[in-house]
């Protein structure tokens, strides 16, 4: 199966993504033919610092290996590194209908957040994501929850696309887990958890022990004491159950009978202590790779490589299918 996802380079890795996709990506990686981009052409919805963002994009390269991506296993590389991505946005950008654009719940949310700056980069934001995977033919598509919908759309168009031009792009699946793939935040759980809503509704991947036990012991918690799995009643504790299963590596009703007669302080407690230990080995290797510049400068060029020599045959059929002329 060939697999594609992708993140934004700019704000932290938290553990909400870390649960809901790069832990799938982790796995994929020895089973499929994955290709994973750090979407630099994406976060330019919001206007970033052109010194800052170089340094953002590189270090989330590093994050991610640092978290268990193997270059030697699956295809990392930088979306603006392969000029399909926009070129194919554009094509797709003449399909689709303005109106199937304004009712996604990103869009929506993003524009009520930047009133200042709602740029038609952020009202297109799917489109270019839908070139994203569908220029590698990928079938599967590892994300979180909040995804579904942009994936929808991203079938949407290539069945468009089918149907006008001829059979040419693969309906891609969504890749989701049951456990995991809509973590909250921890200071309103009923909300996803957001690297934009401010750092104590999040834990990065490489936070410092001290900062990791500080966020869970102010973590909103639910009214009563027990400790039991219910996301309507109690979404602050539910959360943190997921969480501390996960990590674990154990049934929400394992960590539920763990903590039977304990009050949330316990819980919060012993799951701080539980990511300061899972965590470490992050850290340190994110403290390693810094050092390693020309060894990451290598990994991108060859994931650029790979990945155009993927995205340019299927610009070369899309061209072909709506009569673009060649040289
Ligand atoms: N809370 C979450 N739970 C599970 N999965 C999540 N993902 C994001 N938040 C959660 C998944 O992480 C992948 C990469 O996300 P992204 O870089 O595209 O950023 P995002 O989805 O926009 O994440 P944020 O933190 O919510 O960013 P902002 O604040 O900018 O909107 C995706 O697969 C996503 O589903």
Known sequence: MRVLSGIQPTGQ???GNYLGAIQQWVDLQ???DCFFAVVDLHALTVQQDPKEFGRATMEKVIELISAGLDPEKCTIFLQSHVKEHAELAWIFNTITPVSELERMTQYKDKSKKNKENINAGLLTYPILQAADILLY???GVPIGKDQIQ???LTRTIARKFNNLYGNTFVEPEALVLPEGAKIMSLVEPKKKMSKSDGAASYVSLFEEPE???KKFMRATTDAGKEITYNPAKKPGVSNLLVMYSLFAEQSIKDTEKQFQGKGYAALKKEEAELLIDKLEPFRKK???LQSRDLYLKEV???GAEKAHSVASQTMEAVRSKLGLLSL
């Open 286 to 288: 994110k403290k390693e």
């Open 30 to 32: 020895t089973k499929h």
């Open 211 to 213: 900062s990791i036990r």
């Open 137 to 139: 033919q990928a079938q």
């Open 150 to 152: 942009h994936l929808e």
């Open 300 to 302: 991108l060029k060859r």
């Open 13 to 15: 890795l938290h553990i």
